[in-house]
């Protein structure tokens, strides 16, 4: 067990870093750069200026001095040595005026906030909410569809499983945006964050998602629990129907559930660009994406990196939660 | 409740029928049990027609869908009395028009070709690479088998639409990035980001199928790999690669509809002889995505056809899945 984890860390750091090369390498050969002048935004810097720039934020290094120096970290002018990303130290934005990554990802937007002010706070309580929807109604309806199974409750079910899974988020937004705001006007155009009801439809659109792969999900392990011997064991010793459901069925059948609990976290926290950007949500996925159209490097950089953190961790838990749920899973 | 222990009930596609005599071929008896579901059957019926529509297009359509009519634009669709703008609506543009003055009608079917393409092109591709990577890296295994499976470790371990965004940003601009209007670059960038999925799959059955007898005899009578993988491994690992091709494939029709929304798909076509793509409909809902209050109607078209093209698809695939495996039947993905 022990050396399996070992050896997993070893290969986690590898993924991330292979990560941080390759993103490091395909940013670098995207033509333009930080100081371009983009029809957006016009900056139009002199030679001079970005010269300045240049030296300021290190762009007048060699390449692969850029990376070491942006990952492990290096000796500035007065020798001294600063360290880089492996220390959480995600270098200075080029677009927010040297901001650090890290402060623009987990300090509070405002100096009085707090840390629930935070972007990283927002991507994580939309995600938590995202998931509260998702596990609420989809767990549900995948027990009831597996009870009824091929009754027209499941065909329901099943048909709206199907949309939630296949059709893309931002779709689903546009629809729910046209109906509840601005057709019923249930809902304000322009969203207010700390406003409930701002909430509702962010979450509603990336929980759907969630709920119909758990509600999937949950309804193929019930209908498995459903044919065990123990099964018919619970129902032959004559205990009631709700007992056999609710001890027997559910909790063999929300085992393997939960363990997909963990890249559905993962994938909230990180698939959430596009819809953070059509609700113009203060998180992370909009600052992200937001930041590749800025050349915005140590933005890029820092952003990818904590994601695949994030993600290489969520895999590994979710594999050693296999190994405690299923004892018959051996890790080594 | 006894019946639900016993099997999985009547089944939509289960084969009731007689036993024939004549012995039927696999594909035979695919197409059997997939004729008998009929939402498999309803996707297959509407992905044809959003193929003809988008094939079909200048048969369909009137107006060009890349011409800017001046003084025409916003309009309102026919069906709508009067738009917020207190526009009417003109019989010549049925779906109405978008903030340039194009016609939302050819626009929509012209963006059923790009999407269509889209999901045929990378996805053969990727069932390509997919497929000679997990059956030289399942039937040589070694260190390539390590080195394969390494790299796809590395794909799966994070969300595709980061490394298609990244793909994209990087190559956008230059001659590689502009060619076929940056499709290309697209299609390339959803081949390379894609093909883990597959490799895994054809490794894993390749695997399995290797240590089979039939292949052992095929090795004592002196069959080369070449003869054993094309004749004996292919043939039999043919079914999943083509289930895991029709669920792929709107994954790949999302993956564009989502980068063309964020700008970064295909590039706009100013003029009809430019490209046979003219638009796709992520780039309309991208163009529209401000206008939900003004001229609803251009993102509500497009929005819909991406759903119904991408719902057809995945009951089909899904169909698809259980008629070549009926025991795999309701299983997640």
Known sequence: MTSYIIRRLISMVLTVFVLALMTFLLMKSAPGGPWDATAADRKGLSETQQRVLNRQFGLDKPEWRQFTSYVIGDVDSEGEFNCGAICGNLGPSFKRRGQMVQDILFAPRSPEGDFFDSRFSFTLRLALAAITFGVLLGIPAGVISALKQNTWIDYVTAFITTIGISVPGFVVAIFLIYVFAVSLHLIPVVPKWDQTASWIMPSAVMGFGTMASLARYTRTQMLDVMRQDYIRTARAKGLQERVVVLKHMLRNSLIPVVTILGPVVAGLLTGSFIIEQMFSFPGIGAEFVNSIFNRDYSMIMGTTLFIGVLVVFANFFVDLTYGFLDPRIRLD | ?333
């Open chain 2, 1 to 333: 409740m006894a019946t639900l222990t016993q099997s999985a009930g009547k089944a939509p596609t289960a084969s009731k029928g007689p036993i024939t005599a004549k012995s039927e071929g696999q594909w035979q008896m695919i197409w059997r049990r997939l004729r008998r579901n009929k939402l498999a059957m309803g996707g297959l019926i509407v992905l044809i027609l959003f193929v003809f529509m988008g094939v079909g297009a200048p048969l369909l359509t009137r107006q060009d869908p890349t011409e800017f009519n001046l003084g025409k634009d916003q309009l309102p669709p026919v069906w709508v009395a009067e738009s917020p703008a207190k526009l009417k609506p003109n019989p010549e543009y049925i779906f109405g028009t978008d903030s340039a003055g194009r016609d939302v009608f050819s626009r929509m079917v012209y963006g059923a070709r790009t999407s269509v393409f889209v999901g045929l092109i990378p996805t053969t591709i990727i069932m390509l690479i997919g497929m000679i990577a997990g059956m030289s890296s399942g039937f040589f295994g070694g260190a390539l088998d390590n080195v394969l499976m390494r790299i796809v470790d590395m794909l799966e371990a994070f969300p595709d639409i980061l490394f298609y965004i990244v793909l994209t940003v990087a190559l956008r601009e230059t001659a590689f990035g502009n060619a076929a209007n940056g499709l290309l670059l697209l299609f390339f960038a959803l081949a390379v980001v894609s093909w883990g999925g597959i490799a895994r799959l054809v490794r894993g059955a390749t695997l399995g199928l290797r240590s089979r007898e039939f292949v052992d005899a095929a090795r004592s009578m002196g069959a080369s790999s070449a003869f054993i993988i094309f004749k004996h491994i292919l043939p039999n690992a043919l079914g999943i690669i083509v289930v895991w091709a029709a669920l792929a494939m709107p994954r790949m029709i999302i993956a564009e509809a989502t980068l063309a929304y964020l700008g970064l798909g295909m590039k706009p076509v100013s003029s009809m002889g430019d490209s046979y793509f003219l638009t796709s409909w992520g780039q309309i809902i991208s163009e529209g995505r401000s206008s939900l209050n003004s001229q609803p109607w251009v993102l509500l078209t497009s929005s819909l056809c991406i759903a119904l093209i991408v719902v057809a698809v995945t009951f089909f695939g899904n169909g698809l899945r259980d008629a070549v495996d009926p025991q795999q039947r309701g299983a997640g993905k």
